[in-house]
């Protein structure tokens, strides 16, 4: 079963405008950790968030913020005044306590965000 | 400090052969997690090694098998290739164990073209 849904395949957005890209999850774990991963167009992942169960509370780093709601199960990215260089792939990903592979991530699909000038 | 390095960045195979991929850790960082990446399935976890034991594996057949050297250093290796264990192979480092979950530092990967 799809543990970390990110329905928006792939996102267009003209400089400037203000972007957001969902996450829903799955989990019966009480304690699991949520994080936001960019993947530019040489291939590795760069780390933006990670956030734990138990901390509900919205973080803004910049031009980014965090959504996250237990009552929805979602953990939403918003980049704001969005940028050319922002252009990448999205990867939202659920690490849980008690599944078979230990803390291993579970990765969405991925959002493919386009900023064009 | 230097980033995780994977060798080789590009390699192509044919179906039947076998490979070798290489990830050099962040330095000090004792864990490291393998991650596949193809279209179709997006980014699934292999396994994980933390001081050169084995802790977690992923829905992978034993085809796939990795190991960590005493200085943190990991190879994967995957036995008579098929054309679907085309992807980018990923690789991350952490200073701890993943039960910390704490933040992995990917490489650039290393992409598996089997022919």
């Known amino acids: 079963a799809q543990k970390v849904t990110q329905a928006q395949t792939e996102i267009s957005v003209v400089e400037k405008e203000d972007v957001t890209l969902d996450c829903v999850y799955e989990?019966?774990?009480?304690?699991?950790?949520l994080f936001w991963y960019k993947q530019p167009p040489s291939g590795e992942l760069v780390f933006l968030i990670r956030?734990?169960?138990?901390?509900?509370q919205n973080e803004i780093s910049g031009r980014y913020s965090w959504n996250f709601q237990k009552s929805t199960s979602s953990f939403n990215f918003t980049i704001t005044a969005s940028q050319v260089v922002d252009s990448a792939v999205y990867f939202c990903?659920?690490?849980?306590?008690?599944?078979?592979?230990?803390?291993?991530?579970?990765f969405g699909k991925g959002t493919s965000l386009l900023v064009t000038p | 400090k230097a980033g995780v390095t994977q060798t080789p960045r590009y390699l192509i195979k044919t179906r039947g052969q076998q490979v070798t991929l290489s990830c050099s850790p962040i330095?000090?960082?004792?864990?490291v997690s393998w991650y596949q990446q193809t279209p179709g399935q997006g980014l699934q976890f292999l396994f994980e090694?933390?001081?050169?034991?084995?802790?977690n594996k992923g829905n992978f057949p034993g085809r796939f098998s990795g190991r960590q050297f005493s200085n943190s250093r990991s190879e994967m290796n995957v036995s008579t290739l098929e054309l679907g264990d085309s992807a980018l192979y990923l690789c991350?480092?952490?200073?701890?164990?993943?039960?910390?979950?704490?933040?992995?530092?990917f490489g650039e990967g290393s992409r598996l073209t089997v022919l």
């Open positions: 991350a480092s952490s200073l701890r164990a993943s039960g910390n979950s704490g933040e992995l530092f």
């Open positions: 989990t019966r774990d009480t304690t699991y950790y």
């Open positions: 956030r734990n169960s138990f901390d509900e």
């Open positions: 990903a659920l690490s849980e306590a008690n599944s078979n592979s230990g803390y291993a991530l579970n």
């Open positions: 330095s000090g960082h004792r864990s």
């Open positions: 090694y933390f001081s050169e034991t084995q802790r």
